[in-house]
């Protein structure tokens, strides 16, 4: 996602590898062509603290609220690399709660803004809100009950952001790419007919959703069986604003004409 490069030339082998401070991001390139940047939730490439050379604000980002890994109810988010706070409440709705704020001073200033948003759930062990939880009450299994709790409450944030968005009236012209990282856990949940679960390759890790809203220029519902993958969303991005890739090997592609029908 963000160098547009596949892990075997970034060097994230796995997810507990951190990002080379050498690479060159999709913020860096955005905030040097005048674009504000904020990063709120999962950040899981490397540590947020302030003296780690791979946080959020050297990778780019003016500010952020983060995590290094994933979080639930009642999160521990560091705010620009400070010690981690507690923040009472549900996960997902405290993130796009932050980052409505990040995206309301913006427009405030006038200023175009590129805002990452990674949730901290779903992921196990899964601790959801009783309400939500009790929307599934006809589910035995625990596990698998607060999981749908935590997606449902990702839901509504996701509800919310796009409220926000609509309120600040920047929801037309702004694209809205949302999109998972991998598949379910082996026993969290079906994959349909696909083979495989989270930690594997074949489609059932990998093969996930995605999900692009942009009024101004996709302005009827269509689908498409594309395969894409997420190092296309820098060269995408890149592209749509007439800006330049980096000059290094970039594996993703532009998805521009298929945005653009």
């Known amino acids: 996602v963000m160098t547009g490069r596949h892990p075997n030339r970034s060097g994230v082998f796995s997810w507990n590898y951190a990002i080379r401070p050498e690479e060159v991001t999709i913020t860096q390139v955005l905030k040097k062509a005048g674009y504000r940047t904020g990063h709120f939730g999962k950040w899981h490439l490397g540590p947020v603290k302030t003296d780690s050379p791979v946080n959020p604000g050297r990778c780019g980002f003016d500010e952020y609220l983060s995590h290094d890994n994933f979080f639930e109810l009642n999160p521990p988010l560091s705010r620009n690399g400070a010690d981690p706070e507690i923040h009472k409440g549900e996960s997902s709705e405290i ?26 759930s779903p992921h196990g062990p899964y601790r959801a809100l009783e309400p939500d939880a009790a929307l599934y009450a006809d589910v035995e299994d625990e596990e698998r009950r607060n999981r749908y709790a935590e997606i449902t409450a990702m839901d509504r944030a996701m509800g919310q952001l796009r409220r926000a968005m609509q309120n600040l009236r920047v929801a037309d012209d702004t694209l809205l790419w949302y999109c998972s990282d991998n598949g379910i856990p082996n026993k969290s949940g079906p994959t349909a007919s696909l083979r495989g679960s989270k930690g594997n390759l074949y489609e059932g890790g990998i093969r996930v959703p995605a999900i692009i809203e942009w009024p101004a220029v996709v302005t009827k519902p269509r689908i498409s069986t594309m395969p894409c993958v997420t190092s296309d969303i820098m060269p995408t991005v890149l592209d749509l604003l007439g800006l330049e890739l980096p000059d290094c090997p970039i594996d993703g592609i532009s998805l521009r004409p298929l945005i653009e029908g």
């Open 95 to 120: 993130i796009v709660a932050e980052a409505g704020k990040f995206i309301r001073k913006v427009r405030a200033e006038n200023k175009p803004f590129f805002v990452v948003i990674w949730f901290g």
